[in-house]
T-cell receptor, first 113, second 116 residues
Framework: SQQGEEDPQALSIQEGENATMNCSYK?????LQWYRQNSGRGLVHLIL?????REKHSGRLRVTLDTSKKSSSLLITASRAADTASYFC?????????????FGQGTILTVHP | DTAVSQTPKYLVTQMGNDKSIKCEQN?????MYWYKQDSKKFLKIMFS???????INETVPNRFSPKSPDKAHLNLHINSLELGDSAVYFC???????????????FGAGTRLSVL
C-alpha cells in the first residue's frame, strides 16, 4: 500500500478561493514535503516540514503536520489560475532510508479564472 | 541553465529493445535518483546514488541498470523492454541524502517512454 495518500484526488475551485489538500501516511517520518507538478513537467519542491514542527508558511502556502494522526494538509490561499497543477506529498522516514521519498498519488487542482 | 536535465524527452521503441536515458545535474549535488511515474501519476523511487555509490535499490527488475560515471551523472539502461515499462521516468538530485534537512529534491522534466 502507498505511504502517502492525498485527499481529495481532484479539486476544482475559482480564482481567489482557498484550496486545501490533505495527505495521510502510515509509518514514522523524519520530514514531509510537498511538491507541485505542472502538466508534462517535473516536480517542483514547495515546502518541507520536519516531524517536530506543526505548521509552516511560505508565501501563500501553509502546511500543517499532525504526527499523532499521521496526516498533513497544504493550504493555498487566494488561488490563481497559475496554481493549476498536481500536488504531491512525500514522506522521508529518516535513518537508513537516506533520501528516499515515498510519494502519494497526488491531488489534481484546477483553478478557474 | 537547466539544473537537472535528462535526455531524451520522448522515447518510442519496440518491445525487446534496449534503451538508455541520460541524466545530468549541474547543482553540485551528491545524490541522484531515478523515479518511475505510471499512468495514474503514482511516483515510485527506483534507484539512488550518493557520490557514485548505490544507496537505494528498490524492487526493480534487473533489466533496469543504473550507472553513475560521476556524481553529476546518473544514467538508466533498460534491457529487453516490455509493454509495462511504458511510463514517465524522472531523474532527480539532492544536496546530500545523508543529511535529511538537505534532502529537497530537484527534478528533471521527465522522459516519456512508450513501448509498442
Amino acid at each position: 500500500s502507498q505511504q502517502g495518500e492525498e485527499d481529495p484526488q481532484a479539486l476544482s475551485i475559482q480564482e481567489g478561493e482557498n484550496a486545501t489538500m490533505n495527505c495521510s501516511y502510515k509509518t514514522s517520518i523524519n520530514n514531509l514535503q510537498w511538491y507541485r507538478q505542472n502538466s508534462g513537467r517535473g516536480l517542483v519542491h514547495l515546502i518541507l516540514i520536519r516531524s517536530n514542527e506543526r505548521e509552516k508558511h511560505s508565501g501563500r502556502l501553509r502546511v500543517t503536520l499532525d504526527t499523532s494522526k499521521k496526516s498533513s494538509s497544504l493550504l493555498i490561499t487566494a488561488s490563481r489560475a497559475a496554481d493549476t497543477a498536481s500536488y504531491f506529498c512525500a514522506t522521508n522516514a529518516g535513518g537508513t532510508s537516506y533520501g528516499k521519498l515515498t510519494f502519494g498519488q497526488g491531488t489534481i487542482l484546477t483553478v478557474h479564472p | 541553465d537547466t539544473a537537472v536535465s535528462q535526455t531524451p524527452k520522448y522515447l518510442v521503441t519496440q518491445m525487446g529493445n534496449d534503451k538508455s536515458i541520460k541524466c545530468e545535474q549541474n547543482l553540485g549535488h551528491d545524490t541522484m535518483y531515478w523515479y518511475k511515474q505510471d499512468s495514474k501519476k503514482f511516483l515510485k523511487i527506483m534507484f539512488s546514488y550518493n557520490n557514485k555509490e548505490l544507496i537505494i535499490n528498490e524492487t526493480v527488475p534487473n533489466r533496469f541498470s543504473p550507472k553513475s560515471p560521476d556524481k553529476a551523472h546518473l544514467n538508466l539502461h533498460i534491457n529487453s523492454l516490455e509493454l509495462g515499462d511504458s511510463a514517465v521516468y524522472f531523474c532527480a538530485s539532492s544536496q546530500d541524502a545523508s543529511r535529511l534537512a538537505k534532502n529537497i529534491q530537484y527534478f528533471g522534466a521527465g522522459t516519456r517512454l512508450s513501448v509498442l
